[in-house]
Nanobody, 121 residues
Framework: QLQASGGGLVQAGGSLRLSCATS????????IGWYRQAPGKQRELVAS???????DYDYYVRGRFTISRDNAKNTVYLQMNSLKPEDTAVYYC?????????????????WGQGTLVTVSS
């Protein structure tokens, strides 16, 4: 359901833009986030964007990364500027769809395949 792309090798200080394309309408998801997992570390949330357009960022990328969405293209982007070697990781996108049945809340998570970002010093 999700296709992530845009990773690659870049020098420190450079930029990359990741794309997360959804099959079908992106509007059915309540929130879409970018996560990353560096070798030997846990997967962590980098940035997220809600269907309302509200965004949130991890402290260490705030001001350098920008998450955005193009509803017409059913795609979420992560623009990464001023990249640092510590940004090296496999980046994943995750889409969350929340539904309710009576008083019960259901959350369905969809993961894309990872895309590798390598930042050389």
């Amino acid at each position: 359901q999700l296709q992530a792309s845009g990773g690659g090798l870049v020098q420190a200080g450079g930029s990359l833009r990741l794309s997360c394309a959804t099959s079908g309408s992106i509007l059915r998801f309540d929130v879409i986030g970018w996560y990353r997992q560096a070798p030997g570390k846990q997967r962590e949330l980098v940035a997220s964007i809600r269907s309302t357009g509200n965004t949130d960022y991890d402290y260490y990328v705030r001001g350098r990364f920008t998450i955005s969405r193009d509803n017409a293209k059913n795609t979420v982007y992560l623009q990464m500027n001023s990249l640092k070697p510590e940004d090296t990781a496999v980046y994943y996108c995750k889409a969350v769809s929340i539904t309710h049945k009576g008083w019960t809340r259901f959350e369905n998570d969809y993961w894309g395949q990872g895309t590798l970002v390598t930042v050389s010093s």
